[in-house]
């Protein structure tokens, strides 16, 4: 997974200081480094560490309230109330056990849309080891069906934001940074969306939002600013490499071209899309998007809204969820998903380079997965055909080493920065003192008697 996408077979990885030193056949590392921990690999596949590259980490906790439900139910009445109503150390609870069910499954860094408990998800981050993109929600839009204190004013949510940014950006050593977020286009105004824009330029930092996602929203843009989503965000001047758009399921054919002129990220979220009826893969123009060379990557969304944070099976359905709607074999496929998934997303993040992530070479950080190959999934001949094996038959749960800027945080399947059975117990509790507390417990219409 470098720049020429060589697979190399019999290979070694060195490491040193939290970067990748060097990539290359293991004869020759025999001679040229002397180790002080060594890893065996041997027919297992070493890659680069997994980018989830939108996901809400506060939102472990609850699991299965929004199953099934239709909108805008969903985020009135159970979303919205739950995410304002968090306390940090709950926030940061439910971040701890996102970042564990990632690692788990392979993912090495996450992005987040923005929340309004930042200091407590940062936390999570420092106390887990992951890798990571944090922001402070911002929206200042009222709208009526929003808990109190969901929005602030213009003033108050650009302050909010850059003080997020101050604090964290570049903490732990550089694996976390910060952002800006333009929550959804329907709460945010053409001012604040202008001065994000321009404190993001000044300070190098991208822009998280959500966009286009429903054709409900589609249609009260429409209605509101007489243009689209997307040529409202031209208009503004949000649009740019900084701008790192979500969901995209409804955008206009005229839009890729806009969106390519302006070098935009996109991030496709297909198990959400799927989980919640949005309409992103049936509808969506991903497909047309990857051919005009337009940066699309992937994410998972949250554990409420995607209901798992396996990006082996996000890149499963990003390979072959478009195939079925274009009816057509050849669309996206497993080679490209893994690219979604690791060196376009690092790009996306603006933290590719020298010293980035998403890809095995020499200089950049050390963000590497170990993968078995001896599962039945796997068989026959696992090696052959590596990728394609893991993302079309097998998931995450083939992971068994996970090492981040050169710290391993998972090895042969055991955390090392976090006692996971004490965990399970304590996440247990709280998810249901806080789903009891505003009222939303899973969904499940069969008794359990």
């Known amino acids: 997974m470098d720049s020429e996408r060589r697979m190399i077979s019999d290979g070694a990885v060195a490491i040193a200081g939290g970067a990748i030193v060097a990539v290359g056949k293991t004869d020759v590392f025999a001679d040229s480094y002397a180790a002080t921990t060594t890893i065996d690999a041997r027919d297992k596949l070493v890659m680069p560490g997994l980018i989830d590259g939108h996901n809400h980490p506060v939102h472990f906790l609850s699991k299965g309230f929004i199953d099934d439900m239709k ?47 930042p200091d407590a998800i940062a936390a999570a981050v420092g106390r887990v080891g992951i890798r990571g993109v944090i922001a402070r929600l911002t929206s200042d839009v009222d709208d009526p069906t929003a808990p109190p204190d969901y929005t602030a004013d213009t003033d108050t949510a650009v302050a909010s934001a850059e003080a997020v940014i101050d604090k964290w950006n570049g903490a732990y050593d550089g694996r976390l940074r910060a952002w800006f977020s333009l929550v959804r286009t329907a709460h945010v105004t053409d001012e604040l969306c202008g001065r994000v824009k321009q404190r993001a330029d000044a300070r190098g930092v991208g822009i998280h939002a959500h966009l286009a996602t429903t054709p409900s929203e589609v249609k009260a843009t429409w209605e509101a600013h007489g243009v689209g989503p997307v040529e409202r965000y031209r208009r503004i001047g949000v649009l740019g490499p900084n701008a790192y758009l979500v969901h995209m399921g409804w955008i206009e054919d005229e839009d890729i071209a806009v969106l390519k002129e302006h070098d935009v990220s996109i991030c496709h979220c297909p198990s959400a899309s799927m989980f919640g009826g949005f309409g992103s893969v049936a509808h969506g123009k991903f497909p047309e998007l990857v051919d005009a060379d337009v940066r699309v990557v992937l994410g998972t969304d949250a554990c409420a809204v995607s209901r798992f944070l396996d990006m082996v099976r996000v890149m499963y359905l990003a390979a072959c969820g478009h195939k079925d709607a274009k009816v057509d074999p050849t669309v996206i496929g497993a080679h490209k998903a893994l690219e979604m998934a690791t060196t376009d997303a690092a790009t996306a993040l603006l933290w590719d380079g020298v010293d980035g992530i998403g890809s095995l070479e020499g200089g950049k950080r050390a963000d590497l997965i170990i993968v078995d190959t001896d599962g039945i999934g796997w068989q026959p001949n696992p090696l052959r055909n590596p990728i394609g094996n893991l993302i079309y038959s097998n998931t995450g749960d083939s992971v068994r080493t996970v090492i981040i800027d050169g710290q391993i945080v998972m090895r042969d399947r055991e955390f090392q920065t976090i006692d996971e059975a004490a965990y399970r117990t304590e996440a247990a509790a709280a998810s249901i003192s806080i789903l009891d507390r505003i009222n939303a417990p899973p969904r499940n219409p069969w008794p359990i008697v």
């Not at 969903?74 to 109330?81: A, E, K, S, Y």
């Not at 971040?95 to 309004?116: K, Q, V, Y």
């Open 71 to 117: 909108f805008p139910e969903r985020w009135r009445d159970r979303v919205w109330p739950y995410e304002i109503g968090l306390s940090d150390a709950e926030a940061e609870l439910a971040a701890t056990g996102t970042f564990l069910e990632m690692i788990r499954h392979g993912t090495t860094c996450f992005a987040d849309p923005g929340t309004f408990q």
